[in-house]
């Protein structure tokens, strides 16, 4: 086949086009987060909301990891929360591994506690 | 014209392996004409072919072209040279395989960066004026001998050089095919290009295209004959 | 300018047709790349989303919750510190709060039972009634039965009317909870009136004044532990901070090998690529040309790497509900929440995951790629 028959597109062509329409959908994922986030922000009163929720029923915790209390209300959970079974239990859910403990622990007299377990996180 | 002054040229300079290519090497090149670099294998032909295209700097002595000396150059003006001066056709011709022939001899012209259409045009020319349009689309390493040399050639004419260097040419070619050669190098004297070729090759030397035959030995010229017509 | 440009669409064009050659070896170079650049990307989108709904939706947590503690345990607040808590000066809206858990053995789930106050009329439940989370009423299909039915573990059956479900949009807060009224949640618990409460939640009429609350009641209620808002907040900044962390370090080092492995490749040029570097160079090449079109090599994969792995974990994320992460997010848990994620990103961590995946791997080759591009040309006489 020769080159005169169909319109030679430059391989260079093919991947800046590429890159270009790679470029728009990350910067028109960058408007959508924008746009969405700026809705977002607007307060929301209507009873569905999450705000509006959260201020009715007194809500303390998302309910990201519902398998152990100290997982579905870490902002509530002490730091021996995992071990309160056993002492010696390993702290074995999953999600454990992604919640920190709440950082205002140590100010509530519980510092012993952290420094026996605080290596673990 | 090039003026080859004085010029030697020493491999692994100072160590037991060294090796005196050239040694003192005197020569001018007319324009315009097809000069050989005639020589057996060791005479130092090739070696003084790569100083005269810029592909090495001698190890003393000057080369001049067209009266300025180019043997001095900073690389990246001894890369411009090659670039525009000089086409090259290498005895292994070195196509860059994987790549189609159009572009193998487009290559020598992307530094400097031309209008696309325009180098592709002037490569699609190139081509066609060496019978090989057919092929242009088809990867290098599918051609025949032939073929590949006559896209060596192209590629070295792609940027409309004045001197064309060519090494030993007919190393990897049958005698029908030498015959195309000769064509060749006729068609290139015709358009006004000054040829600078190295063989040993009778069918060559002897050809009536030849006007400078400089013989070399051992590093040195052992004599010129201007051809007579 | 234009002619720099011009000059490296030349260089892009050979670099691209010199990687066609080997493209299966390349393709699968860049999907592996991909592939990391994805997973780094998405758990940086979805941690910062997390963290943006809690900063959006626990604004409006309660400002200071008391808890009691025994022998160094969450245990119930006595009555009586509701009285207590009013007596200090400057708190208002004083309330205890009966919440727990709940699993249920039918399906291996989770529940947070709580009491709604009844202070909103549309939360408010009557005796017999109950309102579900989105994720309950899943699990349960209360839309369907239009009733949820509680088992005791002692057997005791309790059948409520469902008399809400809980919108998905705030499933992420809500959509394990069952809201019963506090007479079914006693009886439900076995809780006597006496018992006390899970915890107190409470305003602050000065918000500048809630430390100094907080110390007052920590006097006044020596065992008690006082969480305030601002707590909650920062419990939330750090969620997935850690793990997170360790994930990226973890990944980042596949990002290292990757420019090590680009470094190896750069640096150990095969005979082949070495004589079409002197080829190009004879032919009239610049070192700079011979560079930069190395460079492209790694810069295109890099670059597509980078732009193809953000925009796939964006969608992942946002419009795909983070599938990937999910089984990890969701541990043991049978409740998962379905809501859709506020696309919130950190822009200053996307820019670091573009230099970190295109500039080490570029970094990488520059040294071994400048050491080829100065081959001698006289190589291809030889």
């Known amino acids: 086949m020769t080159l005169r028959e169909a319109p030679h597109i430059r391989r260079s062509t093919w991947a800046l086009s590429l890159l270009a329409l790679l470029f728009v959908a990350l910067v028109a994922a ?18 569905r909301s999450p705000t509006y929720l959260t201020r009715a029923l007194g809500l303390t915790d998302l309910a990201l990891f ?56 | ?91 292994r011709f070195h196509l860059i395989r994987g790549l189609s ?86 068609m290139l004297k015709a358009d006004g290009k000054s040829l600078v070729i190295t063989t040993h090759d009778p069918r060559i030397i002897d050809s009536d295209v030849v006007d400078v035959v400089a013989e070399m030995r051992d590093g040195k010229i052992t004599s010129v004959t201007e051809v007579e017509r | 300018m234009f002619h720099w440009l011009a000059r490296q669409r030349y260089l892009m064009d050979y670099t691209l047709a010199a990687m066609w050659r080997r493209k299966w070896r390349n393709l699968v170079l860049l999907v592996v790349f991909t592939l990391v650049v994805f997973l780094l990307a998405s758990v940086s989108f979805f941690g910062s989303a997390v963290r943006f709904e809690a900063k959006r939706a626990l604004k409006f947590a309660p400002e200071v919750m008391v808890q009691n503690l025994v022998l160094g345990r969450h245990a119930l607040a006595p009555a009586d510190w509701v009285d207590k808590l009013k007596g200090i000066r400057g708190t208002r809206n004083v309330r205890g709060r009966l919440w727990g858990y709940f699993y249920d053995q039918g399906n291996g789930a989770n529940y947070t039972v709580m009491v709604a106050d009844g202070s909103d009329p549309s939360l408010a439940v009557a005796p017999d009634e109950v309102i579900v989370g989105a994720g309950v009423a899943r699990v349960r299909e209360v839309e369907k039965l239009r ?118 490749k750069a640096s150990g040029l095969s005979a082949e690529e070495r004589r079409e570097i002197g080829i190009l160079k004879a032919l009239g090449w610049d070192t700079s040309d011979i560079l930069a079109m190395k460079l492209w090599e790694g810069a295109l994969l890099a670059l597509f790497a980078f732009l193809i792995g953000a925009v796939a974990a964006y969608a992942h994320v946002f419009l795909f509900q983070a599938g990937v992460l999910a089984p990890v997010l969701k541990g043991w848990a049978v409740l998962y929440p379905q809501a859709p994620l506020t696309p919130q990103i950190d822009r200053l961590q996307l820019v670091t995951l573009a230099m970190l995946t295109i500039v080490p791997f570029i970094a990488a080759t520059l040294v071994p790629v400048w050491k080829a591009a100065i081959t001698d040309p006289e190589v291809v006489m030889r």
């Open chain 1, 30 to 47: 960058l408007g959508h987060s924008w746009l969405a986030v700026t809705a977002a922000k607007a307060p929301l009163q209507d009873d």
């Open chain 1, 66 to 121: 519902t398998e152990a209390r100290y997982t579905r209300h870490p902002a509530m959970a002490d730091l021996f929360t995992p071990f309160q079974d056993a002492p010696l239990s390993m702290e074995h859910f999953p999600a454990g591994s992604l919640v920190s403990p709440p950082p205002h622990l140590p100010a509530t007299g519980t510092l012993k506690v952290e420094t026996a377990h605080g290596e673990r996180r």
């Open chain 2, 1 to 91: 014209m090039i003026e080859v002054e004085n010029v030697s040229r020493v491999y692994n300079e100072g160590r037991p392996n060294e090796v005196r290519a050239l040694n003192d090497v005197t020569l001018r090149i007319p324009d315009h004409a097809v000069t050989v670099l005639k020589g057996p294998s060791g005479s130092g032909k090739t070696t003084l072919l790569s100083l005269i295209g810029c592909l090495a700097r001698p190890t003393s002595g000057r080369i001049l072209l067209d009266g300025e000396i180019i043997s001095a150059l900073p690389e990246h003006f001894m890369a411009k040279m090659r670039r525009e001066r000089f086409g090259f056709v290498f005895q």
């Open chain 2, 101 to 186: 022939v159009v572009d193998n001899v487009m290559l020598p012209a992307y530094p400097a960066a031309p209008d696309y259409r325009e180098l592709r045009e002037r490569a699609m020319a190139a081509l066609r004026r060496l019978r090989l349009e057919h092929r242009a689309g088809m990867k290098v390493e599918l051609l025949s001998g032939g073929e590949t040399q006559r896209v060596a050639i192209a590629r070295a004419l792609i940027n409309d050089p004045e001197w064309v260097l060519a090494d030993e040419p007919t190393a990897n070619l049958d005698s029908a095919l030498v015959e195309q050669l000769l064509e060749e190098i006729r």
């Open chain 3, 147 to 264: 009733n949820l039915l509680l088992l005791r573990p002692d057997g005791k059956l309790f059948k409520l009317r469902a008399k809400r479900i809980l919108s998905d949009d705030s499933a992420l807060l809500t959509h394990d909870l069952v809201l019963l009224s506090e007479a079914d949640f006693r009886e439900f618990f076995n809780l006597p009136r006496d018992a006390g409460f899970t915890d107190i939640a409470l305003e602050v009429r000065n918000r500048r004044e809630v430390a100094t609350i907080a110390n007052k009641i920590s006097q006044r209620l020596p065992n008690a532990r006082v969480v305030t808002r601002e707590d909650i907040l920062r419990t939330y900044e750090n969620v997935f901070s850690w793990r997170e962390g360790v994930l990226q370090a973890m990944l980042a080092a596949s990002l290292a090998a990757f420019a090590i492995f680009a470094f190896d």
